[in-house]
């Protein structure tokens, strides 16, 4: 862990954070002054990730932590909650950041590609919602941030098990803001369009092009337009919205 000595600051754990707009929202939450635990799927990752949480650390003052977790494993998952937890005395953001594609028309795909998309999307996110919702309760005081995507709203050719695990995403936010917000814990959605990071990477030149067109503010997302909503979701200023589908898609979805 890199040191601060301060545990009275709020904490958080995003996962998936080891590139992309995971790494963006545990930059924009570090300079918020939150303690922040950095997360990626696997030891492979740890060496570079651990770096990222170093630089956070020595950057904005605060408490860093990087750990190697595959948040579709249960007690990966679970452990990756506690560690944070324990590590920073209270666990008050979490951001279920972590996710993966495995694109494919519907009548080509593998029963395998449909089912490791939705165990990393929606099953890690219920994983990680339930470890850290339990902590959340005792606290008394909690948010709650999932990562969607506009796909899990209006679908999208290709992308069953994407869409099909966005979708899902989106139900369980509501529901869980339903079942904590009683104990001050809010869960929101954020759905973004397309923003330029190594999952968008995938795309030939042509294909940006088209998309671009189609999109009222004329360009890709960056991960810092989604990091700006996830830290004021994670706010206190945020405790009057729970439940809510957040886009930041430049317009796409209108
Ligand atoms: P990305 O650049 O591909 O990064 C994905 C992150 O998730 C990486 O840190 C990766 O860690 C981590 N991850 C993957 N599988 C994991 C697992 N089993 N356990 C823990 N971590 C895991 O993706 P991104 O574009 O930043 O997307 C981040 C989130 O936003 C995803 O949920 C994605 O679906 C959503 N989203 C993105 C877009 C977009 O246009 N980019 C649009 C809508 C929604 P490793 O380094 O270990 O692989």
Do not use: W
Request: aromatic letters at 4%; proline letters at 1%.
């Amino acid at each position: 862990m890199s040191e601060t000595n301060d545990t009275q600051r709020k904490s958080a754990l995003v996962t998936g954070s080891s590139r992309g707009i995971g790494l963006a929202v545990a930059s924009e939450l570090a300079q918020a002054g939150y303690n922040v635990c950095l997360n990626c799927s696997s030891e492979r990752g740890l060496a570079a990730l651990q770096e990222h949480a170093d630089a956070l650390a020595a950057r904005y003052g605060v408490q860093t932590l990087a750990v190697a977790a595959s948040v579709g494993n249960a007690d990966e998952a679970s452990a990756l909650v506690s560690v944070a937890h324990k590590a920073f005395g209270r666990l008050d953001v979490l951001v279920n950041n972590a996710g993966i594609t495995h694109d494919g028309l519907m009548v080509r795909m593998k029963e395998e590609d449909f089912d490791n998309v939705i165990n990393v999307n929606l099953k890690g996110t219920f994983l990680c919602c339930k470890a850290a919702g339990q902590i959340m309760m005792k606290q008394r005081y909690g948010r709650i941030i999932n990562m969607s995507s506009i796909s899990g709203i209006g679908g999208n050719a290709g992308q069953v098990n994407y869409a099909a695990s966005k979708a899902g995403v989106i139900g369980l936010t509501k529901t869980i803001a339903r079942e904590l917000a009683a104990r001050g814990v809010t869960a929101n959605a954020v759905a973004p369009g397309f923003i330029a990071t190594d999952m968008t990477d995938a795309l030939s030149e042509k294909q940006r092009e088209a998309i671009g067109a189609q999109i009222p503010l004329k360009r890709f997302g960056r991960a810092a337009d989604v990091a700006h909503l996830v830290r004021f979701l994670a706010s206190e200023e945020a405790g009057y919205i729970t439940g809510q589908v957040i886009c930041v898609d430049g317009g796409l979805a209108l």
